[in-house]
């Protein structure tokens, strides 16, 4: 059972145009909420969280949004730049644990 | 973050053989991971390691398939045992706390023959 889902397998972009990548969730007990990003060849790289008592968190061109109501959480990228295109998870933690559940990922490409 | 080495970062196997990854951190951790990545799947976690006990194996994982050392607050490896195909995978080692992210690896590309 896939507790943590990214049903866009990929995504393509224009530069300078909003991204955004979904992914849905079933268990109402995760409370901590990340995305990840990840090159060709590098392990993933933290990019930004959310804990689930927010609705929404911003770090420069990058903001995540949590809705607990319909357990979905989204990353935006605006702009989106050609740098940008890489496989994006995203992952959930149950409250008071360090064990996180992976969606399957997203392949960003950003068109220049 | 703690700056995570992972050696070897890629490898080609015989089927029955075994390979011991290592995890090295430039700070000292407490709690240190180990994902597997298989193709087109999501990271999947394999065991937690804490220096000074046995590991924490997920389900669905066994020690004598891959067991972990922790040594010390630095250092940790994972030993694929007795190789199949099915084992081709991308192995990750990464460390965090209950309330941090994790900051993982580059990883162990693993294909096995």
């Known amino acids: 059972d896939q507790q943590v889902k990214q049903n866009s397998p990929s995504l393509s972009v224009q530069e300078g145009r909003i991204s955004i990548l979904n992914c849905d969730y079933t268990?109402?007990?995760?409370?901590?909420f990340l995305w990840y990003k990840k090159y060709p060849a590098e392990g993933p790289t933290f990019l930004i969280s959310i804990s689930s008592i927010k609705d929404k968190n911003e770090d420069g061109r990058f903001t995540v949004f949590l809705n607990k109501s319909a357990k979905h959480l989204s990353l935006h990228i605006v702009p989106s730049q050609p740098g940008d295109s890489a496989v994006y998870f995203c992952?959930?933690?149950?409250?008071?644990?360090?064990?996180?559940?992976f969606g399957t990922g997203t392949r960003l490409k950003v068109l220049a | 973050s703690a700056v995570i080495s992972q050696k070897p970062s890629r490898d080609i196997c015989q089927r029955g053989t075994s390979l011991t990854i290592q995890c090295q951190v430039d700070?000292?951790?407490?709690?240190m991971f180990w994902y597997r990545q298989q193709p087109g799947q999501s990271l999947t976690l394999i065991a937690t390691?804490?220096?000074?006990?046995?590991?924490?194996?997920e389900s669905g994982f066994v020690i004598d398939k891959f067991p972990i050392s922790r040594p010390n607050l630095t250092f940790s490896t994972l030993t694929v045992s007795n190789m199949s195909p099915e084992d081709s995978s991308i192995y990750l080692c990464s460390v965090g706390g209950t309330n941090q992210p994790q900051h993982f690896g580059d990883g162990t590309r693993l294909s096995i023959l």
């Open positions: 268990n109402s007990m995760f409370d901590y």
């Open positions: 390691a804490n220096q000074g006990s046995e590991a924490t194996y």
């Open positions: 700070s000292q951790v407490t709690m």
């Open positions: 992952a959930a933690r149950g409250s008071g644990t360090y064990k996180y559940i």
